[in-house]
């Protein structure tokens, strides 16, 4: 008897969605869309949505409002927001196989990433359905004996979500759960190429009994949609994700009714492996570190620091297991890397390729587009390695965000260590070494908000939903994810009470 292989299962297409504004599903005002076509195949249209007007965007923010205002979500008892949360992960959980399929199709990544991706997503609603019972002040009783003191945590208000298209459900996940937790009100704009993964979030806290307004998703281009989320003075927060650049923009636009605002942006982080780490597990985590997502990921150990006495010996393991790396169609569940995400990202990656060879970094694998083998129709890149390259390199201090690593020889722990915080980012780093000591004098010291030993990107056993995410210098303002990550979004009030 023969055993066939299960065929590989076709990407999603032919979605249409419409704005979520004060619980109705409606078009843009222009009447004007948008589509997402397949990054693996662009013959294949996933979805078309609306391109929002200005004018749409204050629709959203006044339905937020009005909903904010009217207590319906902030004064409800904590339970119910608790129930909603709680119906939320349930309802991920059980549409998993088809939202994972679906997050595939919008980003391009493989099919075992999307459903990392909606696990997590499902996690962190739960972790703050539980803390949205345990919101609670101080009371301090013991400074004068005739007066109280009362300290209050209060939802901020209205927030404006801007996410970006990387990791799609997970990143807008981290702020809609911890904000719907507090009682605030939401209105979010994803990135135009993911659009398709929020309009499903808005589909599920409304089916979850979110009331209407609570939760508004609005699509459109970032100049327009996202600027006027960013500057209207009914929004009090932002809790934003992106590249430095557009946070940057994102921050003077806050400045207009000196919103709080919570940044989480790029990075080029820093990846230390000594001559004492267990090779072949650094191996398998830096390669994990750089190719998951095709290095479209703001962590990406990018920056790849080898101790030189076993630079050889690792460089050629590495690339022998990259040489084994299976690169095509994200539905294939054998997939380990897929497409980037559009033709501007494509260009991006080949412009730095060519910067790293005009610097004279040594090109050791790849650097070129990847086409055959039913390829032509994507966004393919090669897995590509940089060898040699000195840290000042342009290829070494900006984010590619493609599957291109750079490889940094050393020979100090000193050394790695003023290499890896010679950048303008901070977000995250990792050591491998078997020496304790080594790796928590790195910890201590490397400016960066994650530092991992002995792994990389490790978010489902520790990490993602308990341990506060963010970055250091550029990389960010605030932490997102754990006790912090929900903090961002309370305001605190301090009552002063005269006893008599
Ligand atoms: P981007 O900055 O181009 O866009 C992010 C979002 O901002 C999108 O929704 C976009 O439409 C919107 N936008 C664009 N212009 C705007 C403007 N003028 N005003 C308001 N909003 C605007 O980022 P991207 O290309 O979608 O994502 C990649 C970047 O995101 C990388 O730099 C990456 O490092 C960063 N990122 C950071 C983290 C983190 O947690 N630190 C996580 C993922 C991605």
Redesign the pocket.
Known sequence: MTTEAAPTPSAVSGKEYQLLINGEWVPASSGETLERRYPANTDVLVATFPSATVEDTDKAIAAARAAFDSGSWAKAPARQRADVLRKVAQTIRDEMQDLARLLASEVGKPVSEAGMEVTLTADVFEYYAGLAMNIKGQAISNIVDDALGLILKEPVGVVGI??????PML?ATWKIAPALATGCTIVI?????TPCTTFELGRIITEAGAPKGVFNVITG???I???R??SSIDVDKIA????????Q??MR?AASNVKKISL????KSPNIVFADANLQSAVIGSLFGIYLNAG????AGSRLLVEESVHDQFVEMFSNFVGGMKIGDPMDPATRMGPVVSDEQLNTVETYVKAGQDEKASLILGGNRKTGDGLDKGYFFEPTIFDKVDNRMKIAQE?I?GPVLTIIPFSTPQEALKIANESMYG?AAAVWTQDIDKALKFAKNIRAGTVWINSYHTAGALGVPVMP???YKQ??IGR?LGLEGMEMFMETKSIAIKLN
């Open positions: 801007i996410t970006p298209w990387n990791f990143l704009k994803p990135a135009t190429y281009s970032g100049k949609v996202g600027d989320l960013a934003f994700t992106g590249s430095t650049e557009v946070g923009s994102v636009a989480e942006l790029g990075g479209q990921v703001c962590q984010e965000f977000l995410f963010g970055g990389s960010g997102e």
